[in-house]
């Protein structure tokens, strides 16, 4: 049974930093696009950063680009966003995502995802 588990939310000032992680489990990370959503009160969820099984590399929305980090464990099955220089506007619930389509068989990585956690607070005062 996939599981994605997020952990490390809490609140911050801004300016400040925080590190989020999504524990996997009922599959290894390591042939599967990974990625973490922001979703802001009242707003629809939106991918921030995303991490491709293929070739590692990482892509970043402008918002966040030079602020956060994707990070990808595949030894620990865990993937993680380091976030620094937090805005108020970075505040909301972060949900770390996956698809069950592995890398080799999708047509487009980092463009389709079908499964989230459940996701972790995180609170920017200024």
């Known amino acids: 049974q996939v599981q994605l588990v997020e952990s490390g939310g809490g609140s911050v000032q801004a300016g400040g930093s925080l590190t989020l992680s999504c524990k996997a489990s009922g599959f290894t990370i390591d042939y599967y696009t990974i990625a973490w959503f922001h979703q802001a009160p009242g707003k629809e969820r939106e991918g921030v950063a995303c991490s491709k099984a293929s070739d590692g590399t990482t892509h970043y929305i402008d918002s966040v680009q030079g602020r956060f980090t994707i990070v990808r464990d595949n030894a620990e099955n865990t993937m993680y966003l380091k976030m620094n220089h937090l805005r108020s506007e970075d505040a909301g619930i972060y949900y770390c995502?996956?698809?069950?389509?592995?890398?080799?068989?999708?047509?487009?990585?980092?463009?389709?995802?079908?499964?989230w956690g459940k996701g972790t607070q995180v609170d920017v005062s200024s």
């Open positions: 995502g996956t698809t069950t389509t592995p890398y080799f068989i999708a047509q487009r990585e980092c463009t389709y995802f079908d499964y």
